[in-house]
T-cell receptor, first 115, second 113 residues
Framework: DTEVTQTPKHLVMGMTNKKSLKCEQHMGHRAMYWYKQKAKKPPELMFVYSYEKLSINESVPSRFSPECPNSSLLNLHLHALQPEDSALYLC??????????????FGPGTRLLVL | GNSVTQMEGPVTLSEEAFLTINCTYTATGYPSLFWYVQYPGEGLQLLLKATKADDKGSNKGFEATYRKETTSFHLEKGSVQVSDSAVYFCALTVPGNFNKFYFGSGTKLNVKP
């Protein structure tokens, strides 16, 4: 099973709302990733978690707050977003062995619209 | 630095035509190379990968060979189908950087019946 699940599939929120995106995998992977993808562009890395610790933050604004409560779950908390934050948010996971360059397995994404 | 360059799209082909999508890279260290495919409204799916020079990745009729001498990883398929219409991303990752992926800009493929 190489499945990464993401909820919700679609989300519409106002600029004053607080919402969360959820990502889950049951492959025993220890590395998890958040990406943002705008239309007709490649995914842009936002955060990397390795063994539940934040390893990379690509200078993401603080209105995006990641959380990794356990090895299977990754959340992205959203607060005071701007319309330009509207995008497809993708989660991915990989084995997390660190010494290898590993395949990342992607979820289907959450399509976010900020009004 | 690390980067991936893909041919500009869109690429429009008739069914059963031969497909080539060019991908070249620059990398610090010895990269692993990947092709991912994204169908409309979906996430990315791994199509194939190669981890060392002269390796050939293959899947679903698609192939790509890791060419270190030309720093290339071109994607090919002998006979495309309408169902292959999607966006294709070439990507690399190098050792020691938490498996950070560097994606190319993506190439949209349209296959007409």
């Amino acid at each position: 099973d190489t499945e990464v699940t993401q909820t919700p599939k679609h989300l519409v929120m106002g600029m004053t709302n607080k919402k969360s995106l959820k990502c889950e995998q049951h492959m025993g992977h220890r590395a998890m990733y958040w990406y943002k993808q705008k239309a007709k562009k490649p995914p842009e890395l936002m955060f990397v978690y390795s063994y539940e610790k934040l390893s990379i933050n690509e200078s993401v604004p603080s209105r995006f707050s990641p959380e990794c409560p356990n090895s299977s779950l990754l959340n992205l908390h959203l607060h005071a977003l701007q319309p330009e934050d509207s995008a497809l948010y993708l989660c991915a996971s990989s084995q997390g062995l660190a010494v290898f360059q590993e395949t990342q397995y992607f979820g289907p994404g959450t399509r976010l619209l900020v009004l | 630095g690390n980067s991936v360059t893909q041919m500009e799209g869109p690429v429009t082909l008739s069914e059963e035509a031969f497909l080539t999508i060019n991908c070249t890279y620059t990398a610090t260290g010895y990269p692993s190379l990947f092709w991912y495919v994204q169908y409309p409204g979906e996430g990315l799916q791994l199509l194939l990968k190669a981890t060392k020079a002269d390796d050939k990745g293959s899947n679903k009729g698609f192939e790509a060979t890791y060419r270190k001498e030309t720093t290339s990883f071109h994607l090919e398929k002998g006979s495309v189908q309408v169902s292959d219409s999607a966006v294709y991303f070439c990507a690399l990752t190098v050792p020691g950087n938490f498996n950070k992926f560097y994606f190319g800009s993506g190439t949209k493929l349209n296959v007409k019946p």
